[in-house]
């Protein structure tokens, strides 16, 4: 198969053969691949997009900002806008995912019940001795066999929700920099100069009160109340404050009275409207635009 990723390959090198099974649903590809022959194809293009690769045969090596080696004991996840090159050795194959950034901080952001104010970071490599693991490369393994075109054609198995269990499955199982958030068990209680400061942001998202004036709302030192934050909350005050005010400003897009973006984003305190764009897009993997206008894809 060589479909649109490799152009011209065919014809330029004709020793090479590439096989296999590919499929892509909004946002989200799935392959199992084999390539026949070493050789390296260059990608001229960034995309926004996080490629995971559980190598089965031979090596697979990514030149992106540094240098990237897969083998059927190693897996890699690489950010497809830093990738330069890659070179298939040793009559390679793999299963891989390519995932849009925006689905998955998307998906994060429900997962965790709030705004994700961080980017999403997944480990390179990861070793895929690793049993739940095995459960992505059995998803892809599915997708990619002749029984899932029968669930499809039986109606048993919709595409979306074979989607919905790929990302949720990487979300799960590869580690990243939202792993341990994730798994966390239920909050522990804040002292009370935490709670009156966190009820304070939270009543009135639309004041931008300084640490200094939240710490003499709540009876203690700045420093105390900024080592509470971190502690019981996670974050820091003012990470905490544009989290809540995100919050609102999706809701007042969502479930507001047409209310224009520049608006919602003046009334929560973001007087840069470009940089509460991409504040929002980065958070939430959808533009405010989308949000207002109901054109945001369906939450998983």
């Not at 540094?66 to 950010?79: F, K, R, V």
């Not at 330069?84 to 995912?97: P, T």
């Not at 998906?107 to 459960?135: E, Y």
């Not at 989607?163 to 239920?186: C, G, K, S, Y």
Request: aromatic share 8%; hydrophobic share 40%; proline share 5%.
């Amino acid at each position: 198969m060589f479909g649109n990723g490799y152009p011209d390959l065919a014809s330029q090198t004709p020793n090479i053969i590439i096989g296999g099974v590919y499929g892509r649903h909004e946002g989200v590809s799935f392959r199992r691949l084999h390539y026949q022959g070493n050789f390296t194809v260059t990608l001229p293009d960034p995309m926004d997009e996080i490629t995971f690769v559980i190598p089965t045969e031979g090596r697979i090596v990514f030149n992106h900002t540094a240098e990237s080696c897969g083998a059927p004991q190693t897996g890699l996840a690489i950010d497809k806008a830093d990738i330069r090159s890659m070179r298939f050795i040793d009559n390679h194959a793999h299963h891989g995912i390519s995932l849009n950034r925006g689905v998955l901080t998307e998906r994060l952001s429900t997962l965790l019940g709030k705004p994700v104010l961080q980017r999403l970071v997944f480990d390179s490599t990861v070793d895929l001795h690793n049993p739940a693991l095995q459960g992505v490369k059995g998803l892809i393994a599915m997708a990619t066999g002749v029984e899932f075109d029968a669930l499809i054609h039986a109606g048993t198995l919709m595409p979306s929700r074979l989607r919905e269990m790929l990302i949720d499955a990487v979300l799960e199982t590869w580690p990243h920099n939202f792993t341990q958030a994730l798994r966390l068990p239920a909050p522990m209680i804040a002292p009370r100069h935490v709670k009156l400061a966190v009820e304070y942001i939270q009543a009135h998202p639309e004041q931008l009160l300084s640490g200094v004036d939240l710490a003499r709302l709540s009876n203690v030192s700045h420093r105390s109340l900024q080592e509470g934050f971190r502690r019981f909350m996670g974050v820091s005050i003012v990470s905490y404050q544009r989290q809540v005010r995100l919050q609102h400003a999706y809701d007042a897009l969502a479930y507001g009275a047409g209310a224009s973006v520049a608006h919602v984003a003046l009334r929560f305190g973001f007087s840069n409207v470009g940089r509460f764009c991409q504040y929002f897009q980065s958070a939430y993997g959808l533009r405010p635009a989308d949000v207002k206008s109901g054109k945001r894809p369906r939450r998983l």
